[in-house]
């Protein structure tokens, strides 16, 4: 593929590969492209890794999001908001996974709390008919 390789396009090259590894350790949030070296074929391999790195870049934010709105979710939940939901979306199996189950364990907590204010309710108003019950999962 590559004829001969000048140090300057190794060490441009190597740069290249820093700045990836830097950028998917969230070491920095953007990432500067290499468009053009002078160097036909250097430049289609770069090609094909900005191409790479774009995609790369859409699914680190969109797992991002999703941790976001679980760390916003839960800071409403810490203040007695069960109401809330997560909405984004990744494709990252791990992160789609931990958001369906803070979403479940959301629902639970809603059905839950629901339940007991309404006996409570109830209860104060001297009606005792209501029971509150519990899951066996409780």
Same mark, same amino acid.
């Given at each position: 593929? *590559?004829?001969?390789?000048?140090?300057?396009?190794?060490?441009?090259?190597?740069?290249?590969?820093?700045?990836?590894?830097?950028?998917?350790? &969230?070491?920095?949030?953007?990432?500067? &492209?290499?468009?053009?070296?002078?160097?036909? =074929? +250097?430049?289609?391999? *770069?090609?094909?890794?900005?191409? +790479?790195?774009?995609?790369?870049?859409?699914?680190?934010?969109? =797992?991002?999001?999703?941790?976001?709105?679980?760390?916003?979710?839960?800071?409403?939940?810490?203040?007695?908001?069960?109401?809330?939901?997560?909405?984004? /979306?990744? /494709?990252?199996?791990?992160?789609?996974?931990?958001?369906?189950?803070? /979403?479940?364990?959301?629902?639970?907590?809603?059905?839950?709390?629901?339940?007991?204010? =309404?006996?409570?309710?109830? &209860?104060? /108003?001297?009606? &005792?008919?209501?029971?509150?019950?519990?899951?066996?999962?409780?």
């Amino acid at each position: 593929m *590559f004829g001969s390789v000048s140090k300057k396009e190794l060490k441009i090259i190597d740069e290249y590969f820093e700045q990836f590894v830097s950028f998917v350790k &969230y070491e920095q949030n953007n990432f500067k &492209y290499i468009e053009k070296t002078g160097n036909k =074929d +250097l430049d289609e391999m *770069f090609q094909k890794w900005n191409r +790479l790195i774009e995609s790369t870049d859409i699914r680190i934010k969109d =797992d991002i999001k999703v941790i976001g709105e679980i760390v916003l979710t839960t800071d409403k939940v810490e203040q007695g908001i069960f109401q809330c939901r997560i909405k984004a /979306n990744t /494709n990252n199996p791990m992160i789609a996974t931990l958001k369906k189950t803070v /979403n479940k364990m959301l629902d639970s907590l809603d059905t839950h709390m629901h339940n007991i204010e =309404d006996s409570l309710k109830s &209860y104060s /108003n001297d009606d &005792y008919t209501k029971q509150i019950e519990i899951s066996p999962k409780l």
